[in-house]
């Protein structure tokens, strides 16, 4: 099987490389791809930015003769420069949808969210009908939607084509991703760069309200989902979720730290002043989704997929965790290695705009 894989450098895709390198031809899609090392060898690269304008034809000539495309390419960073963050991931994933149909790959495998899902109750799990309007005032979560919308445009216009040349599309839908191999990677969404890894290891106080509860899968399972979808090529929505799901206690017993409520809007306040001054990269908005999306059932994964997570969500964030303290990585510059002069010198070098990553 012929596999183009776009943003196959990063978290989910150096996962999914691990998986499918032995056995299929692997075309990987990243806008800086990985000098070696494995897995990344093991594909053919290339070097593409899905932000540029000639992005669909350029991808058109990768995808051509593919038997699917698997589209994980996304960008977290910058959090102030939207417009840039919508036009990799919205404009991109345009480019990709059209490079897909021009060719006539059969199968296209999306990489949604549960950042997509509007805000839900408490008191029970949803399943992939809930409704995908998002957290507004996360533009990750914006963007995740018109993604959604753009792929239920092509569904519709698709839906008359004989069965045999339907292009067929899967939505991946899976909590929070997390790998020791992506530690520095997730560890520079939220910490200045003058901030060393270490500091993860010494966390004397964890200032979080109690009611925060989301869910996380390993990156391992993810790429298992990815793989099933694939060899049955199968569509539609797929929520992937680990047990148990993740609190502000649990977080707090990973960290080996003291749990201190502190009311949601306190926290918010704080975070959203630091990020309009610059210290701290992450968008306040993924406390708001945090707070809000739903927990999310993962039967039809197990029904139709025949899917079932390896590994649970605690042992899955610990093994994150201890990967951030110790600043791990891969040979991808998107999982580099995190060291604090590296980092300096990277955000000097880009100033005044933040390092843009890709996952």
Do not use: C
């Amino acid at each position: 099987m012929r596999v183009v894989v776009t943003g196959a450098s990063g978290n989910l895709g150096t996962a999914l490389l691990r998986r499918l390198v032995d056995g299929h031809d692997v075309v990987g899609v990243a806008r800086r791809p990985p000098r070696g090392g494995e897995p990344y060898e093991g594909a053919t690269w290339h070097a593409l930015d899905l932000g540029d304008a000639s992005a669909a034809s350029r991808l058109r000539e990768v995808v051509e003769g593919a038997d699917a495309v698997v589209h994980l390419a996304w960008l977290f960073q910058p959090s102030h420069d939207t417009a840039y963050l919508e036009r990799v991931g919205v404009g991109g994933s345009r480019a990709v949808v059209q490079a897909v149909r021009r060719a006539g790959v059969p199968h296209l495998v999306h990489l949604s969210s549960l950042g997509a899902y509007s805000p839900g109750p408490d008191d029970r799990r949803v399943d992939e009908a809930w409704p995908t309007g998002g957290v507004s005032s996360l533009a990750y979560s914006r963007h995740k939607v018109a993604v959604e919308r753009l792929l239920d445009e092509v569904e519709r216009d698709e839906a008359d084509r004989p069965d045999d040349e339907r292009l067929r599309i899967a939505r991946m839908r899976p909590g929070i991703v997390l790998q020791g191999a992506a530690g520095s990677a997730l560890l520079r969404y939220g910490l200045p760069a003058w901030v060393p890894s270490s500091v993860v290891r010494h966390v004397p106080v964890l200032p979080l309200d109690r009611s925060l509860v989301f869910q996380a899968v390993h990156t391992d399972d993810v790429a298992d989902a990815l793989v099933r979808v694939l060899e049955r090529r199968a569509e539609g929505a797929f929520n992937l979720v680990a047990d148990p799901p993740v609190t502000r206690d649990l977080i707090a017993e990973v960290l080996g730290a003291r749990a201190v409520h502190v009311p949601y809007p306190v926290v918010r306040a704080a975070a959203a002043a630091a990020w309009q001054a610059r210290l701290q990269p992450l968008d306040p908005g993924w406390i708001d989704l945090a707070f809000a999306v739903p927990l999310l059932e993962a039967a039809r994964a197990r029904e139709v997929l025949g899917w079932e997570p390896a590994t649970d969500a605690r042992s899955a964030l610990a093994e994150a965790v201890a990967a951030m303290g110790a600043g791990a990585g891969t040979t991808s510059p998107v999982l580099r290695p995190r060291r604090v002069l590296d980092e300096l010198a990277r955000a000097v070098r880009s100033a005044p705009k933040a390092t843009r990553k890709e996952t």
